[in-house]
């Protein structure tokens, strides 16, 4: 069983000190060091190594108790609560989806299709959002654990691995879960997923076949979906003898800050700016794309007269731009649907719940006016 260590403390500027208490307990479970059923420190040893009063513990307790996160039985102990998939009050069904965020390039579709599947049989959809946090992912499942959830389809953050226990406790307590876009190591469940090496060699191919012979990738950040990307151009292109200079791939530093996404775009027109630069892009996503876009366009260059750009999206082409932009898709749609059958089949029995199975989703090219032969 997990202890709170005597050097652990908690933000007690954030509110009332009962708030920061409870807060700081279910951190500590959202970690792991906690499993349902555990007994919870004692009062008394909370008092001493948390650095509060008796009474505020008991607060902290009070509302961790009508929230169902913990048992307390007297005489013995307080415990952490054991949570069942589903209530027996509960008449309708109740599924998550849980994305990094809901407005980049594919998560829109996938959550319509998500809830497409919910709602034809009159079933609850509930969406969250990481924001890549893993931490935040583990707060979300503990949550979800407590409303009774009767399934889960997951997009795992990009940045860092998902912890094999968070899942684990939706497992246990028979909850199914599916990974979308990305599989989850350490666990068999699931997963609905594209070769993402494979989109690398189809853009590839694309802009090798309209004579491009300098092509540059353009990526949010580096983590595993842009490395898979590169290693797939890099394949296409060898193939066709030609080598990926390093130079000619752009996707660090990985930062949401101003700074250092000013300094890849300017790395991005230093490139452009060259002697041999790049006659064609392939970018990590739409979003990607229609940023080299408005990038090329303020540098006085003309898309796809001197530089050709393919991105990477769902096949629904929702702006005027995307409609316009040659992309490699998915459908994402489609993908949210069955992520959404994948979960009401296991709950039928007709799935097994640990099952490692991976759908491939397919490729296929949305051919918009931004890929044209090199004009040098």
Not at 42 to 67: M, P, W
Not at 173 to 181: D, G
Not at 200 to 207: H, P, S
Request: proline share 3%; charged share 20%.
């Amino acid at each position: 069983m997990g202890r709170i260590k005597e050097s652990g403390s908690f933000d007690d500027s954030i509110g009332l000190k009962w708030q920061a208490v409870k807060k700081f307990v279910l951190s500590e479970v959202a970690m792991g060091k906690y499993t349902q059923g555990d007994v919870l420190p004692s009062e008394s040893y909370l008092c001493q190594h948390v650095g509060v009063s008796r009474n505020t513990i008991r607060q902290a307790f009070d509302e961790l108790e009508k929230e169902g996160y913990i048992n307390r039985v007297q005489g013995k102990g307080t415990f952490l609560a054991k949570f069942h998939s589903g209530k027996a009050a509960q008449k309708t069904q109740m599924f998550a989806l849980i994305i990094p965020d809901i407005v980049r390039t594919l998560y829109p579709s996938l959550v319509q299709g998500f809830d497409h599947e919910q709602s034809i049989r009159s079933y609850q959809t509930v969406i969250c959002q990481t924001y890549n946090d893993v931490n935040k992912q583990g707060n979300i499942i503990l949550q979800l654990l407590n409303r009774g959830i009767d399934g889960l389809a997951i997009v795992p953050p990009t940045m860092l691995s998902t912890p094999v226990f968070q899942i684990e406790q939706l497992i246990n307590a028979n909850i199914p879960v599916v990974a979308c876009h990305r599989s989850i190591a350490g666990i068999n469940i699931p997963t609905l997923t594209w070769d993402r090496e494979g989109v690398g060699k189809l853009a590839g191919k694309i802009l090798l076949e309209q004579g491009h012979r300098r092509i540059a990738y353009f990526g949010v950040s580096k983590y595993s979906v842009t490395e898979a990307h590169v290693k797939g151009l890099k394949a296409v292109l060898n193939d066709a003898g030609i080598s990926l200079q390093e130079n000619l791939i752009i996707y660090e530093p990985a930062s949401d800050t101003e700074e250092l996404e000013n300094k890849k775009i300017s790395m991005f027109i230093d490139l452009l700016g060259t002697k041999e630069r790049p006659t064609a892009v392939f970018c990590n996503d739409d979003t990607e794309a229609e940023r080299v876009y408005w990038i090329a366009n303020k540098i006085g260059m003309k898309v796809p007269q001197d530089l050709s750009i393919i991105g990477f999206g769902n096949n629904h082409r929702d702006t005027i731009f995307r409609k316009n932009l040659t992309s490699v898709v998915v459908d994402e749609y489609s993908l949210g649907k069955k992520a959404a059958l994948i979960l009401h089949e296991t709950r039928a029995g007709k799935l097994l719940m640990h099952n490692d199975q991976t759908f491939m989703i397919d490729l296929n090219i949305h051919v918009g006016t931004t890929v044209s032969r090199p004009n040098c």
